[in-house]
């Protein structure tokens, strides 16, 4: 919009100079009239056309909407097939390309439109792969597509995820399988798996089919035991332990799956004792103290998961 209203103040301000040029040359003031209708006449034209021209935001929005005349268009009028959004207060983070986000949305036509215009499929600087994003929603003709198209079918995304991870992270198993049989590597972030409905079902999956429980994906390096262990999730815990996984694992921070334990009971302990010395000095809303039974079940699968952590780290051994 700013540069429709920047076109057509420039078309008005041409169009006011060549009248005053032409009254200004002219031996008779016949063409006064025209002349002064000029940035009349400009300005409109330009503001339309500004207004109306095709841009990365366009096509983005196209995107977003499933508008496929529109993509279409802006394509045809020359937007980058590789447009991708603009996140960061300041406007200079990258965010997901709009084939990234029509393969998330499960848009197949958009896709093809996209990789027919010339689409990146993997590039180095996507926050996010089409492929994975697809895997993810079970959008299976869009994956054979993009893997067609050459995408890079064990490439890991920022948090280390795979195609073959989120399908299986999502539930989709047919997919995964396919994945497979196409050359993907059992490689996966099983922190996805753990973390969702599910959960069990995924992880043999996951298991049965080569992935490593004891994954340590992306820099931070975290572990499914260490979100088990944050979260609260006691069965999770001991599932992974049952399974094998090393309790004794370090995250970049030099973290263990215990010290998560240790945090969240310290974190949960001082909520309760700040909530205890509550007065209205303190400006806040006054908190709502659990009863001790409510306290002990809020608490309880923290301190058990510390136990069991514990228990399986002195049967480890030290830690690495």
């Not at 040359?25 to 339309?48: E, K, M, N, Q, V």
């Not at 806040?284 to 952590?309: D, F, V, Y």
């Amino acid at each position: 919009m700013l540069y429709a209203v920047a076109a057509s103040a420039i078309a008005a301000l041409i169009g006011i100079v060549i009248g005053v040029f032409v009254i200004v040359r002219s031996r008779t003031h016949r063409l006064d009239y025209w002349c002064l209708a000029i940035p009349l006449i400009f300005g409109p034209t330009a503001y339309f056309v500004a207004a109306t021209w095709p841009t990365g935001q366009t096509l983005l929005s196209a995107t977003y909407e499933g508008n496929v005349s529109k993509v279409q268009w802006s394509l045809r009028f020359g937007v980058s097939p590789d447009t991708h959004e603009v996140q960061g207060w300041s406007g200079d983070l990258r965010g997901d390309t709009v084939l990234a986000i029509a393969a998330r949305k499960g848009n197949l036509r958009i896709v093809q439109l996209l990789l027919d215009a010339g689409a990146t499929i993997d590039s180095p600087d996507d926050t996010s792969f089409p492929l994975t994003l697809a895997a993810a929603g079970g959008h299976q003709k869009i994956v054979e597509v993009l893997i067609n198209g050459g995408a890079e079918i064990n490439k890991a995304d920022r948090v280390g995820q795979t195609a073959f991870g989120a399908a299986a992270a999502n539930g989709h198993f047919d997919l995964a399988k396919y994945l497979l049989a196409r050359g993907a590597a059992p490689n996966a972030n099983v922190v996805a798996a753990v973390q969702s409905k599910g959960w069990r079902e995924k992880l043999n999956f996951l298991k049965a089919h080569g992935a490593d429980l004891n994954a340590e994906p992306g820099a931070a390096r975290f572990t499914a035991l260490m979100f088990a262990a944050n979260d609260g999730r006691e069965e999770a815990v001991r599932y992974l332990l049952d399974q094998g996984c090393q309790p004794n694992r370090r995250n970049s921070s030099r973290q263990t799956a215990a010290d998560f334990a240790e945090i969240r009971i310290a974190d949960m302990e001082r909520w309760l004792s700040d909530a205890k010395a509550w007065t209205p000095a303190t400006g806040r809303p006054q908190p709502k103290i659990p009863s001790e039974e409510e306290w002990q079940a809020q608490l309880g699968p923290h301190r058990r998961i510390l136990e069991m952590l514990e228990a399986a780290s002195n049967v480890n051994g030290k830690s690495a």
